[in-house]
């Protein structure tokens, strides 16, 4: 089969859409959704690999194996050419990211042909590193049998997908707040504008920064979980704590596994020997022997996602062994992400100006990405475009969508 698509790899979650007589379909992956976790799992009992929602699944039954997620975060980063031994086999992200991608494609029809999406940065102001997560993400992509591989930016393919409901023209800053980025573009839309083979002209800015819902789980965690499990807890030694990465890696979603190391496991020993209050250390060994990780970290970005609707949330996990139960309320949050959305804010501000314009000239803001759901978010918009209406795309879809508009025009059928 020789089809286009549009391929969103996602940093938390993956879609992918076709060109269907006459527009874009995003196509069914697992359960009926079109949406997929970017997850992987493999199980060690008997060999098998399971992804998406089946990932999760096999790794919360407890099963013996190793979970993955959020490996986009790896690409053009050093850990990318590190290798991790899986069932006792060394591989490379580059071959897991293959792995997944193929497995999409396939469960999709097997195109050949396609647009794959990438963020305005993968890495923040590293030219060079960017250019070599693109190459990689390239590279994983046509060994899970993609033959034409072809990019466009994640915004640029939202506002297509926006234009889609467009009457006039007018101009729309996109805003793509996704798991490990954030993503804007001003453009100008309209439906004769979509009908053009060439649209650089009509985009008038793209910016983003690498802050994202993964940023928001680590930076929860480390404000209120974190502490619990002997982060800035005291040592015997005078003025002295835990070393803090222990608690950075496990609040973050792509470096969980590293802790997993056996010599990680006998330094934290040492650390518990000194330790003033080695139940705190205590629970952080817990949660390494048991491989409560990833487990733990879903528990805390399930809290992020109540704080969305809710003032207050109630965080159980299994990774106490107390039954402690925290109570985190949205104040909390925003306190702890205050910086990180102030980055977000300027970049919003940087897109507009880049334009050479003022944010009076901005008629839509259309909005996408999981993490667009969040309050402050919102509210940072209301008041950095007063004058814009609000547009909510597909959290989960546009992206996708407006690569296979991409694709199509590209590539044709
Ligand atoms: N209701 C909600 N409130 C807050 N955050 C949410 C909500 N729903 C989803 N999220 C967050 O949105 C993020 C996933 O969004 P999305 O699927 O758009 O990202 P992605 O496309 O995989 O990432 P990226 O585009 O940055 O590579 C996750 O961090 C998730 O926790
Ligand atoms: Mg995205």
Not at 6 to 23: L, M, P, Q, Y
Not at 116 to 124: E, K, L, Q, T
Not at 206 to 218: E, K, L, M
């Amino acid at each position: 089969m020789s089809r286009a698509c549009g391929f969103d790899f996602g940093t938390s979650n993956t879609s992918i859409a076709h060109w269907a007589g006459n527009g874009p379909r995003l196509i069914e992956l697992q359960e009926g959704r079109t949406s997929i976790p970017t997850a992987l799992f493999f199980a060690f009992d008997d060999g098998a690999t399971h992804f998406g929602r089946d990932a999760i699944k096999y790794y919360l039954l407890r099963d013996e194996g190793r979970l993955m997620r959020a490996l986009k975060s790896l690409l053009g980063s050093p850990l990318f050419e590190e290798t991790t031994y899986i069932r006792a086999k060394k591989v490379d992200f580059s071959d897991i990211i293959a792995l997944f991608i193929r497995h999409v494609r396939e469960t999709a029809g097997g195109a050949d042909h396609v647009v794959m999406g990438r963020p305005a940065y993968f890495v923040d102001d590293d030219a060079q590193a960017d250019a070599r997560a693109q190459a990689q993400l390239q590279e994983a992509a046509r060994k899970a049998g993609f033959t034409h591989i072809e990019f466009q930016l994640e915004p640029i393919a939202a506002a297509l997908d926006y234009e889609q409901s467009v009457t006039k023209e007018e101009l729309a800053l996109v805003i793509d707040i996704g798991g490990g980025t954030s993503d804007f573009s001003l453009v100008r839309v309209s439906p004769e504008r979509a009908r053009k083979a060439d649209r650089k002209s009509d985009i008038l800015a793209c910016a983003g920064v690498h802050v994202g819902g993964t940023d928001f789980d680590r930076l929860l965690s480390v404000a209120t979980v974190m502490p619990y499990l002997g982060l800035n807890s005291r040592l015997k030694t005078k003025n002295m704590n835990p070393p803090s990465w222990y608690y950075q890696d496990l609040a973050t979603w792509q470096r969980i596994n590293f802790l997993y190391d056996g010599k990680v496991t006998t330094e934290i020993k040492g650390v518990r020997r000194d330790s003033a209050e080695p139940e705190k250390i205590d629970r952080l060994l817990r949660v390494i022997e048991l491989r409560l990780g990833h487990a733990l970290l879903g528990q805390i970005e399930d809290t992020k996602i109540a704080l969305s609707t809710q003032l207050k949330a109630a965080l159980a996990s299994a990774a106490f062994d107390d039954g402690k139960v925290l109570d985190v309320t949205r104040a909390q949050f925003e306190k702890a992400v205050s910086a990180a959305m102030a980055r977000v804010a300027a970049k919003v501000r940087d897109t507009i100006a880049l334009a050479g314009l003022k944010a009076d000239a901005v008629e839509t803001v259309f909005v996408t990405g999981g993490s667009a759901a969040i309050p402050m978010l919102r509210r940072m918009i209301s008041q950095e475009l007063p004058g814009a209406r609000i547009i909510e795309g597909d959290a989960f879809g546009s992206v996708a969508t407006g690569l296979a508009i991409e694709a199509h025009r590209r590539f044709g059928r």
